[in-house]
């Protein structure tokens, strides 16, 4: 068999037992395209291998200009040292194609898993490792390039949802803030193009050609991207090039903690007053509620600029002084000042006096009604549960912004509270509610929250807070304004739904669940998708994960 007949591909491996010196152990082809890429071996040093199937592997190596590193173990057997790559020339490079590369890049992968490690010095693993490392790293350049431009070229219409991210994100089962950090870091190592088509370095050309080398960790990236964003903004563009291409000198012989350091102490010397304007606390105000923890608990992290801080202070001293707001009291006080042994009793930290100080005052403006109407409804905290959780006083309720709270907490909530009654039947099917009109009827986006909690598009995590009602069966085309026929959906993927071929469907199916149908060029078959992930308990509880749609 030829091994450069077109159009063929073929995987073989060959071993041989271990024996003599100079045998040769393991032999990998990948044959693609009248093209042999050796992929390993462990040939003693200055020989070359043996012929296979009637072809000169001397000849194949020469056009993969493969280099071999070889040592010997004991002097007794050699063992291959580090799995070999191909040199490609710039006429490969050119003509290749990123799929027959990914093939490449997997097959070396597969040989690399066989290797025996165990058999390696500690030094010859270390050595893995680092080639491992650098590996990984420059992948990651390929990854920012990719992301770029996905990021520049992109629809909305091509998968579904208005972020890019959101779709990456969903594509590789990676976190969304993940997604999100990765597109933020290739905006500035990716390449750039100007209005004119003109190709232009990326934004942090040294960053990036550490990166392209596998000489820099996203650790590393990480840190010279922070250095760059909390310096003052009048620190000019030529002093922050400088310092961006120092930093990423820096990081060829540091780990990250290490460039930390000298990061901080590069921007001590480039703004020695640390003096810091208007703009400059603008920029890095901001406070953040992190997920739920198992425990029902959030991080609530931030820096708050000096106004909001002038705010604080008075409201601290009176809702967060000792005996005041104390959920341990049978008749918190909230108005007026406690009294001497009101306040001897109250055994509170101060950061928990002020923690309930501002759900005190977060409580007291949500039943003022000053906040007015948000997406039809007044502002008000949204939560559902089912009549046997509050009978048995266990399981946790659902907000219409997509967390938990335990039932007695929401028992202690309705106490402060305009009640909303939904009524579902014994299959969880909403009672039905309907409206003559187009728009739905605060009673129901009740509903909807109580049903939906969120965007009912695959995958989508936004709740209802955000998500408009949306007709499955479109009020143009007859559709009633029913709970039957209504649902959530956020701004972005609402866009997606209509009559075109390149648009999305949405339709109803058992217990009011939406099924949204993908255009032909999302998915060929058009299968139906739903949203599981406003309804994990639903996931656990399902016998037959085939009974609904992916």
């Known amino acids: 068999m030829c091994p450069y007949s077109a159009g063929r591909r073929l995987s073989h491996y060959i071993r041989w037992s271990e024996g003599a010196p100079g045998r040769i152990?393991?032999?990998?082809?990948?044959?693609?395209?009248?093209?042999?890429?050796?992929?390993?071996?462990?040939?003693?040093?200055?020989?070359?291998?043996?012929?296979?199937?009637?072809?000169?592997?001397?000849?194949?190596?020469?056009?993969?200009?493969?280099?071999?590193?070889?040592?010997?173990?004991?002097?007794?057997?050699r063992r291959a040292e580090?799995?070999?790559?191909?040199?490609?020339?710039?006429?490969?490079?050119?003509?290749?194609?990123?799929?027959?590369?990914?093939?490449?890049?997997?097959?070396a992968v597969s040989v690399l898993a066989e290797v025996d490690f165990r058999a390696m010095t500690s030094a010859g693993r270390l050595a893995v490792l680092r080639r491992l490392e650098a590996a990984g790293r420059r992948q990651s350049s390929v990854g920012y390039e990719v992301l770029q431009s996905l990021r520049d070229s992109r629809t909305a219409e091509d998968f579904g949802g208005e972020h890019t991210h959101q779709v990456v994100a969903d594509a590789l089962r990676t976190t969304r803030l993940d997604a999100k950090r990765r597109f933020d870091t290739a905006e500035q190592l990716a390449g750039r193009v100007s209005v004119t088509g003109e190709r232009l370095a990326p934004e942090l050309a040294a960053t990036a050609a550490g990166v392209r080398s596998g000489v820099l960790g996203d650790g590393h990236v990480q840190v010279i991207r922070s250095f760059l964003k909390h310096l003052p903004h009048v620190i000019d563009a030529g002093t922050r090039e400088q310092a961006e291409t120092h930093l990423a000198g820096c990081a060829e012989s540091m780990r990250p903690d290490e460039l930390r350091k000298v990061a901080d102490r590069l921007a001590a010397y480039l703004s020695p007053d640390r003096e810091f304007d208007e703009m400059d606390r603008a920029r890095k105000r901001g406070v953040w509620l992190s997920k739920q923890g198992v425990d029902g608990m959030s991080n609530l992290t931030g820096r708050i600029d000096p106004e909001l801080r002038a705010y604080f202070e008075p409201i601290f001293e009176k809702l967060a002084a000792p005996g005041m707001c104390n959920p341990e009291d049978e008749s918190p006080i909230v108005d007026g000042a406690p009294d001497e042994d009101t306040a001897r009793r109250d055994h509170r930290t101060a950061g928990q006096r002020q923690h309930d100080a501002l759900k005190a005052m977060c409580r007291g403006l949500l039943g003022s009604g000053e906040l007015g109407r948000h997406r039809g409804l007044p502002v008000t905290a949204i939560v559902s549960t089912?009549?046997?959780?509050?009978?048995?006083?266990?399981?946790?309720?659902?907000?219409?912004?997509?967390?938990?709270?335990?039932?007695?907490?929401?028992?202690?909530?309705?106490?402060?509270?305009f009640h909303y009654l939904s009524i579902f039947d014994v299959e969880g099917r909403v009672v039905h509610l309907a409206r003559s009109k187009r728009i739905a009827s605060p009673d129901q986006r009740i509903v909807l929250h109580a049903r939906d909690i969120g965007c009912s598009f695959p995958g989508c995590d936004m709740p209802g807070y955000r998500s408009e009602a949306h007709h499955t069966h479109e009020w143009a085309d007859g559709g009633a304004t029913d709970t039957e026929n209504l649902t959530f959906a956020c701004p972005s993927h609402h866009k997606l739904v209509g009559p075109s071929a390149d648009q999305w469907r949405t339709t109803t199916g058992p217990r009011c669940i939406t099924h949204w149908h993908p255009p032909p060029h999302v998915d060929p078959r058009q299968r139906p998708r739903i949203n599981r992930f406003h309804r994990p308990g639903e996931t656990l509880m399902m016998a037959d994960s085939s009974a609904d749609p992916p």
């Open 386 to 417: 089912t009549l046997p959780e509050l009978k048995d006083l266990a399981g946790p309720a659902a907000t219409a912004g997509g967390s938990l709270v335990p039932i007695r907490d929401l028992i202690r909530m309705a106490a402060h509270a």
């Open 82 to 107: 580090h799995v070999v790559r191909p040199r490609y020339t710039s006429n490969m490079l050119a003509n290749a194609d990123a799929a027959q590369a990914l093939d490449c890049l997997d097959a």
């Open 25 to 77: 152990r393991t032999c990998g082809l990948l044959l693609r395209r009248q093209t042999l890429y050796p992929l390993s071996y462990g040939g003693a040093p200055g020989k070359r291998c043996a012929s296979w199937a009637g072809a000169s592997l001397s000849h194949a190596f020469r056009r993969a200009k493969i280099a071999v590193q070889c040592r010997w173990d004991t002097g007794l057997r």
